[in-house]
């Protein structure tokens, strides 16, 4: 190859891993199309910072344990300025908060330097209020799409409205279609929701629903739709957990860029063990969605246990077509996951039978320096988060968040990167709280 056949080589193949079609599943192993093997995703877009946004659909959205996208307007004179108390407490609770904007004016014959204010200044207000999460994602005003190679300098997804449902790979990440709903869009009834994520189904799609007002009570919204509408479909979707994955906009991209980024390979396997490795090569700094991977168990294997770093993950065993596979959720590049043989029916659950309430126990050692161990048992299955604060109340650390079936665990905890001093960690379930005491001694 001469030098200019080379370095002709080498630019394509750079730009192929941009596009993240280096991924390698090595067989038996299976990535998701989406979270949990699902059939469709669904996301809720809401602009404009309509007040009902926060007062009613936040709060319904949490009833029913899924996470929406806000997409804020940032200049304070806009008819309702954006309300960062809300927004914050919102992104605590994984709702995205993500930019419509400085002005709310269409990019349609804007020049670029104005479009690049509008894309940066929002961006930046935003970080500059909410803590926890990043800006990535936007939402044209009036679905008028930007100068693409500019916008994507700033945002990785953003949102028009063409009012198709997106294939599970998306055409143009810089204009991925929404669907109107409300008074003047194309979705008005419980009907319509129902038959745009049934159909979603048959081609493994992606529907994102764009709204604005909510009951119509909040003057110069537009599109309203009463709260009741939307909650009958967050109904259908919460009766059918198996076939549609609920998240925000911004999750849901990166669930696609990093299920498509991703190589799955298997390390080691014993009688009773396997170790997998799962890595992409995108920037694991906003990268960050669990990817659902699975594998049909071993011969002789009743189920699995996977753990990561001696976390456990989030899995399940699952029987598909009379063939039983391990399925767990984990982000790419943190590390290899280990796959454990278990007993269906150990020994551990009848012995905590008489467990009614989590119990957390005492971290060992303590004081520590740099890692310790946390060990708790859960006597149901259910949502469980281990978390650890520092002396403010702030949250430093999640050790784990999410459902986790029965049984007992231990988690490590690595000091390295924190202040000598003392911590709490805490395990909370829906209806239990138990916080102790650890002490950092570097
Ligand atoms: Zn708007």
């Given at each position: 190859m001469d030098n200019l056949g080379k370095l002709f080589f080498c630019i394509a193949f750079i730009s192929l891993s941009g596009l993240g079609q280096s991924q390698s599943?090595?067989?038996?192993?299976?990535?998701?199309?989406?979270?949990?093997?699902?059939?469709?995703?669904?996301?809720y877009t809401f602009d404009d910072n309509c007040p009902n946004q926060l007062l009613i659909a936040v709060p319904m959205f949490d009833e029913f344990d899924f996470k929406l996208t806000l997409f804020t307007v940032t200049n304070p004179s806009w008819g309702w300025p954006a309300n960062w108390i809300g927004l914050q407490s919102a992104a605590s609770e994984g709702h995205e908060i993500a930019s419509h904007t400085v002005t709310h004016n269409s990019f349609s014959g804007m020049v670029d330097s104005l479009q690049e204010n509008e894309l940066k200044n929002s961006q930046d207000v935003i970080n500059s209020h909410i803590t926890g999460e990043q800006c990535v994602t936007i939402a044209y005003p009036y679905c008028n799409t930007g100068n693409n190679n500019?916008?994507?300098q700033y945002y990785f997804a953003s949102r028009g409205c063409s009012g198709s449902t997106e294939s599970k790979t998306p055409g143009n990440f810089m204009n991925i279609s929404s669907i109107v709903c409300g008074s003047e869009g194309s979705i008005k009834t419980s009907a319509n929701f129902k038959s745009r994520v049934d159909n979603a189904t048959s081609t493994n799609g992606w529907v994102v629903y764009l709204f604005h007002g909510i009951n119509g009570t909040?003057?110069?919204?537009?599109?309203?739709?009463s709260e009741d509408t939307i909650r009958a479909s967050l109904e259908y979707l919460k009766a059918n957990p198996d076939k549609f994955w609920v998240y925000t906009f911004g999750g849901v991209a990166k669930y696609i860029r990093e299920r498509n980024a991703a190589s799955v390979s298997q390390i080691s396997e014993t009688e009773d063990s396997i170790e997998v490795s799962v890595t992409d090569t995108l920037d694991n700094s906003y990268y960050n969605c669990p990817i659902t991977i699975r594998r049909p168990l071993p011969e002789?294997?009743?189920?699995?246990?996977?753990?990561?770093?001696?976390?456990?993950?989030?899995?399940?065993v699952v029987e598909v077509n009379s063939v039983k596979y391990i399925m767990f959720d984990v982000v790419p590049d943190g590390g290899d996951i280990l796959l454990t043989k278990s007993d269906a029916t150990g020994v551990s659950k009848e012995n905590k039978s008489f467990l009614q309430t989590p119990y957390l126990k005492q971290n060992y050692p303590n004081p520590f320096n740099p890692i310790t161990q946390i060990e708790y048992s859960v006597p149901k299955s259910g949502y469980i988060s281990l978390k650890v604060y520092n002396l403010l109340g702030k949250e430093i650390a999640k050790l784990y968040e999410g459902i986790q079936l029965e049984g007992d665990y231990i988690v490590s905890l690595n000091g390295s990167a924190l202040t000598s001093g003392v911590y709490f960690y805490s395990l909370q379930t829906n209806n239990f709280v138990d916080t102790k005491k650890l002490i950092l001694l570097k």
């Open positions: 599943i090595e067989s038996p192993y299976e990535v998701g199309t989406w979270q949990g093997f699902r059939s469709a995703a669904v996301t500019l916008v994507r909040e003057p110069g919204a537009y599109s309203p739709i002789g294997w009743a189920s699995a246990v996977a753990t990561q770093n001696g976390i456990t993950l989030t899995s399940k």
